[in-house]
T-cell receptor
Framework: DTAVSQTPKYLVTQMGNDKSIKCEQN?????MYWYKQDSKKFLKIMFS???????INETVPNRFSPKSPDKAHLNLHINSLELGDSAVYFC??????????FGPGTRLTVT | GEDVEQSLFLSVREGDSSVINCTYT??????LYWYKQEPGAGLQLLTY?????DMKQDQRLTVLLNKKDKHLSLRIADTQTGDSAIYFC???????????FGSGTRLQVQP
């Protein structure tokens, strides 16, 4: 069974559209994260939820809104997509922040 | 990754040793990690070291930590073509719940 899964794996969309990326973990972890890897491969934390509560919210445009319907799911909704949003988005989960399990990534391409 | 720096590229011949270096600025790191990312793939945790250790060996991998100089290195013995990937160092700071990644070092192994 996949521990941390993301859908879709690839997403190609046009500027101005609204899209969502989903993440699910079956590890029973309390904390989930979204990281962004840009075209230069820089990886940075965007958001983190602990038991459905937002605990990390880095400097990210308001167009990005995470939603956690339950502690096993953390979705990322992006409004009015821009070219600069093209990146690979990684979801992760942990029980202890020192040990994070990463999903396979979602490659978002905005045209 | 402005708090964690790595050189961008390293090229070695198959069978040689590779040494990938990383410097960090915050001395409150609790754990430091090395992740591997193969082309188009997700993040694989290779190894880690606790901040009160100087060295850790795991099969072909040796991690050295110099706390005084805030320098972390990963040595891969007998480098193989399958080791070609991007290697990220990362840290987690005391009281912080997200990983801070370096910029990644692209290792190219030539046959």
């Amino acid at each position: 069974d996949t521990a941390v899964s993301q859908t879709p794996k690839y997403l190609v969309t046009q500027m101005g559209n609204d899209k969502s990326i989903k993440c699910e973990q079956n590890l029973g972890h309390d904390t989930m994260y979204w990281y962004k890897q840009d075209s230069k491969k820089f990886l940075k934390i965007m958001f983190s939820y602990n038991n459905k509560e937002l605990i990390i919210n880095e400097t990210v445009p308001n167009r990005f809104s995470p939603k956690s319907p339950d502690k096993a799911h953390l979705n990322l909704h992006i409004n009015s997509l821009e070219l600069g949003d093209s990146a690979v988005y990684f979801c992760a989960s942990s029980q202890d922040p020192a040990w994070q399990y990463f999903g396979p990534g979602t490659r978002l391409t905005v045209t | 990754g402005e708090d964690v720096e790595q050189s961008l590229f390293l090229s070695v011949r198959e069978g040689d040793s590779s040494v990938i270096n990383c410097t960090y600025t915050d001395s409150s790191s609790t754990y430091l990690y090395w992740y591997k990312q193969e082309p188009g793939a997700g993040l694989q945790l290779l190894t880690y070291i606790f901040s009160n250790m100087d060295m850790k060996q795991d099969q072909r991998l040796t991690v050295l930590l110099n706390k005084k100089d805030k320098h972390l290195s990963l040595r891969i013995a007998d480098t193989q073509t399958g080791d070609s990937a991007i290697y990220f160092c990362a840290e987690i700071l005391t009281g912080r719940r997200a990983l801070t990644f370096g910029s990644g070092t692209r290792l190219q192994v030539q046959p």
